[in-house]
């Protein structure tokens, strides 16, 4: 703890656990989003490498509850049915999280926000943008596009949940899957950022201790997402891919 104030005050720390709970709340209803909210939230008052740091064991953590929630075969299953989108995310991510230290923040927000948030509304608007089957070819591209962005910010949902939302994969489905997608992301994010610095023994204990209010939140928006139906659950989807999309774009333009 001593190590961990040297970095945060204890009203800084609380604003942090509040930033975890409502990331928690948000996966828990539709499956993703946690790092988007804590790393656009963190940002605000932390240093973005710190902020970086204090997302990756929440999301590890709560990804591998995710992927487990019906159960080990099941979560095999989508590992093997997407192991090209999972190889090609992870390489890249690996990749990627090496160049952290020397990307502009402003760059790096505009390249995910920017086709997130036509995605979202192009969507929202009532447009049909949908894939009749999956292509191995997609699948690299989109997937390592996902790894890419995921190295330099822990981010790596949006594209993600967009390819899953153009497959129209069902609710349970999606949220198993992108639990596993997450899940072994966040394990990759993990030792990459062991390598790069990001997390060391100053940082680590602030990440372990945002695990507690993003089960939390998670736990509570899962009570929610059981009770709502595929439709429901896709504009949820799409609203807070295009309000978190929209977000890192402004945030990108204005600096």
């Known amino acids: 703890m001593d190590i961990l104030f040297a970095f945060l005050t204890p009203e ?11 990331a928690g709340f948000i996966k828990g209803v ?4 946690m790092p988007l909210v804590l790393i656009s939230g963190l940002t ?18 709560t990804n591998l509850f995710q992927a487990l929630r019906q159960g080990p075969k099941a979560a095999w299953a989508s590992i093997r049915m997407f192991k090209v989108f999972l190889i090609s995310g992870g390489i890249m991510l690996v990749l990627s999280a090496q160049t952290v230290r020397f990307l502009p923040t402003q760059t790096m927000l505009l390249v995910i926000g920017v086709p997130i948030t036509l995605f979202a509304f192009w969507q929202l608007a009532g447009r049909s ?4 089957q999956r292509s191995t070819k997609i699948e690299v591209l989109v997937g390592g596009f996902a790894g890419a962005v995921g190295g330099v910010s822990g981010v790596w949902g949006p594209p993600t949940v967009a390819y899953l ?3 129209g994969t069902p609710k349970n489905d999606q949220m198993r899957v992108q ?3 997450y899940g072994l992301g966040a394990i990759a994010l993990l030792f ?5 610095g990001v997390l060391r023994a ?5 990440s372990v201790i945002m695990v507690l209010p993003a089960l939390a939140g998670m736990w509570l928006g899962s009570q929610i997402s059981d009770r709502i139906d595929q439709a429901s659950f896709r504009k949820a989807t799409l609203v807070i891919l295009f309000v978190a999309g929209a977000n890192l774009v402004r945030r990108g333009l204005m600096g």
């Open 165 to 167: 939302t153009a497959l």
């Open 44 to 61: 605000f008052f932390l240093p973005p490498e710190l902020a970086l740091a204090g997302l990756i064991f929440p999301t590890v953590v």
């Open 30 to 33: 539709v499956g993703f989003a």
């Open 202 to 206: 100053e940082t680590v204990p602030f």
């Open 12 to 22: 800084q720390m609380l604003f942090a656990f509040g930033i975890a709970l409502v």
């Open 192 to 196: 990459a950022h062991v390598g790069s």
């Open 179 to 181: 639990g596993v997608i």
């Open 129 to 132: 943008f949908s894939l009749a």
